[in-house]
T-cell receptor, first 110, second 113 residues
Framework: KQEVTQIPAALSVPEGENLVLNCSFT??????LQWFRQDPGKGLTSLLLIQSSQREQTSGRLNASLDKSSGRSTLYIAASQPGDSATYLCAVSGAQKLVFGQGTRLTINP | GAGVSQSPSNKVTEKGKDVELRCDPI?????LYWYRQSLGQGLEFLIYFQGNSAPDKSGLPSDRFSAERTGGSVSTLTIQRTQQEDSAVYLC???????????FGPGTRLTVT
């Protein structure tokens, strides 16, 4: 059974810092990995999708990497801003469905 | 273009009543998913529809839960004889085809009193 773990559970940093969120998964037989952000009381917004054959994806200040063999992904956020404050969720796709981690609650302090 | 929409956005019901939750996927998306997000369990898969294939119901927590997808588009999740543990946010997602990027709706917050 696939299990996804995100570390840390919560992170608070001052504005402007670069930061890394971690995601690990137990079964390397995945189709893709998606990073989402969730604002309080809202649905999920897809940030980046990495196919299993890819090593990384970039969108603006976000960069996500994938190492299937070790079962790890990282989400790098450059020059953090208060608007980046949200919960970040990692999810891996296998057998059609997504399996989610518990998320990292990120707070960027002005 | 229009994203995934869900209705109602909030639903309060009494224990024992039946509820129906609706999802309108992105036009042209053949795959549709239901997930549930609760405080204790995080986000968990419920059911998956792909085209005209039989749905994957492996995530439904009990036989009180059922879902259908009519005409390959709109989906309805029905919960019969609701219990307090059914209180959660129910999220719908769609993707162009199987294994592609999933796009989520805003969710329906269900509260069972």
């Amino acid at each position: 059974k696939q299990e996804v773990t995100q570390i840390p559970a919560a992170l608070s940093v001052p504005e402007g810092e670069n930061l890394v969120l971690n995601c690990s998964f137990t079964d390397s037989a995945i189709y893709n990995l998606q990073w989402f952000r969730q604002d309080p009381g809202k649905g999920l917004t897809s940030l980046l999708l990495i196919q299993s054959s890819q090593r990384e994806q970039t969108s603006g200040r976000l960069n996500a990497s994938l190492d299937k063999s070790s079962g790890r992904s990282t989400l790098y956020i450059a020059a953090s801003q208060p608007g980046d404050s949200a919960t970040y969720l990692c999810a891996v796709s296998g057998a059609q469905k997504l399996v989610f981690g518990q998320g990292t609650r990120l707070t960027i302090n002005p | 273009g229009a994203g995934v929409s869900q209705s109602p956005s909030n639903k309060v019901t009494e224990k024992g009543k039946d509820v129906e939750l609706r999802c309108d996927p992105i036009s042209g998306h053949t795959a549709l998913y239901w997930y549930r997000q609760s405080l204790g369990q995080g986000l968990e898969f419920l059911i998956y529809f792909q085209g005209n294939s039989a749905p994957d119901k492996s995530g439904l927590p009990s036989d009180r839960f059922s879902a259908e997808r009519t005409g390959g588009s709109v989906s309805t999740l029905t919960i019969q004889r609701t219990q307090q543990e059914d209180s959660a946010v129910y999220l719908c997602a769609s993707s162009l085809v199987d294994q592609y990027e999933q796009y989520f709706g805003p969710g329906t917050r269900l509260t069972v009193t």
